[in-house]
């Protein structure tokens, strides 16, 4: 097995982690990207950086790639902001598409050279279930459904690079977030069971695994697609 470096944004926790740690314990170096770098177990190398910022993730990105020859990329950061159509303000929805796309758009940028020069690369966009239509998700579903978009055009414009380009769009996985605004038994908790045929939430090491396959040798087949990572819930209910 080659050992790889590979940079993940959002990695302090979540599905962020889940993959770092996956990553790791398969011999590869991680360098996270987070707001909050205060993680005293992550297994790689965690930079605090806000990518909102665009001037700072810019410097942070030529400091990071003139250290490590990245081999691929995870673009997990996320940032929801509900809002019903009536409510939406613009300043949010530029917010929500300024940390999920801008950001993804600059390191993928940033560590193409690199992916170019070996003629080796992957390339994971995490999208998100709620792209098929979701209430008050209409900045974060349309930044979400982007990276999908993101995903076939760099697939294509890159295919005989050696570098591939996917998407992975989990379903309601229970992170630490979605626990905190969807305690168990709560009506929350209830509403997003109902919408998954196997009746159980997504765990982060679940979708950290179709993550780090989509980054493996195994997959240099496979690019400009989308998997589904949701218990069937893009299928439709179970029937009973």
């Known amino acids: 097995m080659n050992s790889r470096t590979f ?29 909050n770098a205060d993680v005293a177990d992550f297994p790689g190398t965690l930079v605090a950086l806000d990518l909102a910022d665009r001037a700072a993730t810019a410097a942070t990105l030529q400091r990071l790639t003139e250290r490590y020859a990245f ?9 929801v902001r509900p809002q019903k159509l009536g409510e939406i303000e613009l300043d949010a929805l530029d917010a929500v598409f300024a940390v999920n796309l801008h950001s993804a758009v600059q390191t993928t940028q940033a560590l193409l050279p690199n992916m170019r020069a070996q003629g080796w690369g992957r390339v994971v966009n995490i999208s998100s279930l709620t792209i098929l239509g979701m209430p008050q998700r209409t900045a974060y579903a349309a930044a979400k459904a982007a990276l999908v978009s993101f995903s076939r055009s760099w697939g294509l414009e890159l295919a005989r690079t050696g570098i591939t380009v996917n998407a992975v769009a989990p379903g309601p996985t229970e992170t630490e977030l979605f626990r905190a605004n ?58 009973f």
């Open 71 to 79: 081999d691929g990329v995870v673009n997990n950061v996320g940032l």
């Open 182 to 239: 969807n305690p168990p038994g709560s009506p929350g908790e209830q509403g997003y069971l109902a919408a998954v045929p196997m009746a159980r939430f997504g765990q982060p090491a679940e979708i950290a695994a179709a993550i780090t396959f989509l980054l493996s040798e195994d997959a240099g087949f496979i690019t400009g697609q989308t998997l589904y990572v949701d218990g069937g819930a893009s299928i439709g209910k179970a029937a």
């Open 7 to 35: 940079l993940i944004t959002g990695a302090s926790k979540g599905i962020g982690l889940a993959a770092a740690q996956r990553l790791a314990a398969e011999g590869h170096h991680v360098v996270g990207i987070a707001r």
